[in-house]
């Protein structure tokens, strides 16, 4: 009975830490520390254009390959205010250069 409840409960870590991981913590998919002034390289994926600009964006798929290379503060939130006002102004640049 004890080998069952602890392979069960190892099940249950193991699940959680693959969910945890999968995109990492806060949806980060990478995060280099470069100076212990909180300074780092992030990598996370870019917010869905349908919910730029709205209460609860949506960040798009890892898979997507639409991926935000950020260099600043180590505490960035990938769907945070600072994030889409950066991706609503890079979309209107696009749109203004492409046409």
Request: aromatic residues 8%; negative net charge; proline residues 3%.
């Given at each position: 009975?004890?080998?069952?409840k602890?392979?069960?409960?190892?099940?249950?870590?193991?699940t959680?830490?693959?969910?945890?991981?999968?995109?990492?913590?806060?949806?980060v998919?990478?995060?280099?520390?470069?100076?212990?002034?909180?300074?780092?390289?992030?990598?996370?994926?870019a917010?869905?254009?349908?919910?730029?600009?709205?209460?609860?964006?949506?960040?798009?798929?890892?898979?997507s390959?639409d991926?935000?290379?950020?260099?600043?503060?180590?505490?960035?939130?990938?769907?945070?205010?600072?994030?889409?006002?950066?991706?609503?102004?890079?979309?209107?640049?696009?749109?203004?250069?492409?046409?």
């Amino acid at each position: 009975m004890k080998n069952g409840k602890l392979f069960f409960s190892a099940v249950i870590i193991a699940t959680g830490l693959a969910a945890g991981t999968a995109f990492g913590e806060d949806s980060v998919i990478s995060r280099e520390e470069l100076s212990r002034d909180n300074y780092c390289h992030l990598t996370f994926p870019a917010i869905a254009d349908s919910s730029l600009g709205t209460d609860s964006p949506v960040l798009k798929s890892q898979d997507s390959g639409d991926v935000i290379d950020f260099y600043g503060t180590c505490d960035e939130k990938p769907a945070g205010a600072d994030q889409q006002r950066e991706q609503i102004h890079e979309d209107w640049l696009q749109k203004q250069l492409l046409g």
